[in-house]
């Protein structure tokens, strides 16, 4: 067990990919449920070894704890350094659990290449945990340009009509930011001969290379949250991306963003990050405000979901660049909540195409009628979304507007906008798609969720109300770490005369 302990990130990062190979290897479609299985052992067993990450962390420390080094290119001083702390931590059980989910949502539904699908899935939790978890800076590019191969399969082989349109769109997008961000690490290597993150904090810059360095992880990070205006391929990638495509791109890939602003662009450049907190604002308030309005006027259900992701992620950005606990800690919260609530929106809109394979509003109408389970949780998680007090939706979001009261009263204000705006578009698409009469003879023969989706569906609601009405686990785990991270980014980096 102690050896587990002290390797627990490594057991994290490998044993997913490990179990991805091994179902690659030994399952195919003509052992159809014995692969699932395989994938179903490997996901759980995964999961299980990221529990220590919970049960082992030490609250009140706000460094990185359970940390691992190993030389890796001695001739460059790149290490295989790994170690988390109160960020990272939440958002890696977040990971293996989703994973798990993902994997038992493709039960009955994906039928072609179903071993090849499920290995994607475990491949891709092991290299995003590894993003999470890395603390040398070339091992953490490694790790974030691997995890884009899988994600691009998946959605270029299980995917929609335009696939291979959203899959280079994608791949475009992310890839010409993670090369902005390869530049400004090797200028740091330069500089500090290393590529260990804790030298790059103690690293004084003047202000000009600050911002330039800024602007280059700006690139790489607002491209994956996606901040306005490099969003656009959010949506064409979440409408062809297959169901658990989706879920993991939502609720995971969203997330690497807003935690890689907290672990490079802002300790590395903190007077870059205090200089341009008003630009960041403003580019948070713009995705908070307008991408809302664009999700009003969306016709498909997938759509509608992926401009409410950006719309939500805008309050990840805006938390962090209040310089606030209050403020920080809120948006650490909203993206693990919004973890669960688009995990579960996305599973909701696969239910229905798994059924009626169309994903466009009009197509729907009385779905309560036939679906009466299913339509309470679409339900549930729809509020959830819009920010509903007691789910998880509303915790992070409030903390965020209070925190932007105190900044400025106006910021506040249409921060706020986004609790009338998330009420409409939520509200809207489901009085068409769940209420009224029967719309037409397909929803007319449409079966109630089974066994399976009942117990994803279950699961997930119990996290969204659970963490709605008892935020406190997650606010402890961030709290000591976001108060350590404010003081480091109070103290200025311009270099002293004499340096």
Same mark, same amino acid.
């Given at each position: 067990?102690?050896?587990?302990?002290s390797?627990v990130?490594?057991?994290?990062?490998?044993?997913?990919?490990?179990?991805?190979?091994?179902?690659?290897?030994?399952?195919?479609?003509?052992?159809?449920?014995?692969?699932r299985?395989?994938?179903?052992?490997?996901?759980l067993?995964?999961f299980?070894?990221?529990?220590?990450?919970y049960?082992?962390?030490?609250?009140?420390?706000?460094?990185?704890?359970?940390?691992?080094?190993?030389?890796w290119?001695p001739?460059?001083n790149?290490?295989y350094?790994?170690g988390?702390?109160?960020?990272?931590?939440?958002?890696?059980?977040?990971?293996?659990?989703?994973?798990?989910?993902v994997?038992?949502?493709?039960?009955?539904?994906?039928?072609?290449?179903?071993?090849q699908?499920?290995?994607?899935?475990?491949?891709?939790s092991?290299?995003?945990?590894?993003?999470?978890?890395?603390l040398?800076?070339?091992?953490?590019?490694?790790?974030w =340009?691997?995890?884009?191969?899988?994600?691009?399969l998946?959605i270029?082989i299980?995917?929609?009509?335009?696939?291979v349109?959203?899959?280079?769109?994608?791949?475009l997008?992310?890839l010409?930011?993670?090369?902005?961000?390869?530049v400004?690490?090797?200028y740091?290597?330069?500089?500090?001969?290393?590529?260990?993150?804790?030298?790059?904090?103690?690293?004084?810059?003047?202000?000009?290379a600050?911002?330039?360095?800024?602007?280059?992880?700006?690139?790489?990070?607002?491209?994956?949250?996606?901040?306005?205006?490099?969003?656009?391929?959010?949506?064409?990638?979440?409408? =062809?991306?297959p169901?658990?495509?989706s879920?993991?791109?939502?609720?995971i890939?969203?997330?690497?963003?807003?935690?890689?602003?907290?672990?490079?662009?802002?300790p590395i450049?903190?007077?870059?990050?205090?200089?341009?907190?008003?630009?960041?604002?403003?580019?948070?308030?713009?995705?908070i405000v307008?991408?809302a309005?664009?999700?009003?006027?969306?016709?498909d259900?997938?759509?509608l979901?992926?401009?409410?992701s950006?719309?939500?992620?805008?309050?990840?950005t805006?938390?962090?660049?209040?310089?606030?606990?209050?403020?920080l800690?809120?948006?650490?919260?909203?993206?693990?909540s919004?973890?669960?609530?688009?995990?579960?929106m996305?599973?909701?809109?696969?239910?229905?195409?798994?059924?009626?394979?169309s994903?466009q509003?009009?197509?729907?109408?009385?779905?309560v009628?036939?679906?009466?389970?299913?339509?309470?949780?679409?339900?549930?998680?729809?509020?959830?979304?819009?920010?509903?007090p007691?789910?998880?939706?509303?915790?992070? =979001?409030?903390?965020?507007?209070?925190?932007?009261?105190?900044?400025?009263?106006?910021?506040?204000?249409?921060a706020?906008t986004?609790?009338?705006?998330?009420?409409?578009?939520?509200l809207?698409?489901?009085?068409?798609?769940?209420?009224g009469?029967?719309?037409n003879?397909?929803?007319a023969?449409l079966?109630?969720?089974?066994k399976?989706?009942?117990?994803i569906?279950?699961?997930?609601?119990?996290?969204?109300?659970?963490?709605?009405?008892?935020?406190q686990?997650?606010?402890?785990?961030?709290?000591?770490?976001?108060?350590?991270?404010?003081?480091?980014?109070?103290?200025?980096k311009?270099?002293?005369?004499?340096?």
């Open positions: 067990m102690d050896f587990l302990n390797h990130l490594s057991f994290s990062i490998w044993l997913p990919i490990l179990a991805g190979v091994v179902v690659l290897l030994l399952g195919s479609d003509n052992k159809p449920n014995f692969t299985w395989l994938a179903l052992a490997g996901g067993l995964a299980a070894v990221t529990l220590p990450l049960t082992h962390f030490n609250y009140a420390d706000g460094g990185f704890q359970f940390q691992e080094l190993a030389r290119i001739a460059f790149v290490n350094h790994l988390v702390d109160g960020i990272a931590a939440p958002l890696i059980l977040l990971t293996s659990f989703t994973t798990v989910i994997v038992i949502a493709a039960w009955e539904v994906i039928t072609n290449n179903i071993a699908y499920m290995a994607a899935f475990l491949i891709m092991g290299l995003m945990i590894g993003v999470f978890s890395a040398d800076g070339l091992l953490y590019y490694v790790f =340009e691997a995890m884009l191969i899988p994600m691009f998946v270029g299980w995917g929609g009509e335009n696939r349109y959203a899959t280079i769109k994608f791949f997008y992310t010409l930011g993670s090369l902005l961000m390869l400004a690490f090797i740091l290597y330069h500089q500090t001969g290393s590529f260990e993150i804790a030298d790059y904090y103690q690293l004084p810059l003047p202000l000009t600050q911002i330039l360095i800024f602007m280059a992880f700006f690139m790489a990070f607002a491209v994956k949250i996606p901040m306005w205006p490099v969003h656009t391929w959010l949506p064409d990638a979440h409408v =062809e991306a169901t658990g495509g879920v993991i791109l939502a609720a890939m969203l997330k690497l963003g807003g935690y890689s602003f907290l672990r490079f662009a802002m450049a903190p007077d870059a990050a205090h200089y341009l907190s008003g630009f960041m604002i403003t580019l948070s308030l713009i995705a307008y991408i309005l664009v999700a009003l006027v969306q016709k259900m997938k759509k979901i992926a401009y409410s950006i719309s939500h992620m805008g309050f990840v805006l938390g962090f660049f209040l310089f606030s606990q209050l403020g800690e809120g948006a650490i919260v909203q993206m693990i919004h973890g669960f609530i688009s995990a579960a996305f599973l909701c809109v696969g239910v229905l195409y798994d059924r009626m394979h994903r509003i009009a197509d729907y109408g009385g779905v009628n036939t679906m009466p389970i299913f339509a309470a949780f679409a339900v549930l998680f729809a509020m959830a979304n819009s920010g509903l007691a789910t998880s939706g509303f915790v992070g =979001e409030f903390m965020v507007i209070l925190a932007a009261v105190k900044y400025n009263f106006w910021v506040g204000f249409l706020a986004t609790l009338i705006f998330g009420a409409a578009y939520s809207w698409m489901v009085k068409r798609v769940f209420y009469d029967i719309a003879s397909h929803v023969e079966k109630d969720i089974n399976r989706e009942l117990l569906l279950s699961v997930l609601a119990l996290m969204v109300i659970g963490f709605g009405v008892y935020p686990p997650l606010t402890e785990f961030t709290h000591a770490t976001a108060t350590q991270f404010l003081n480091h980014m109070a103290i200025s311009l270099p002293v005369a004499g340096l």
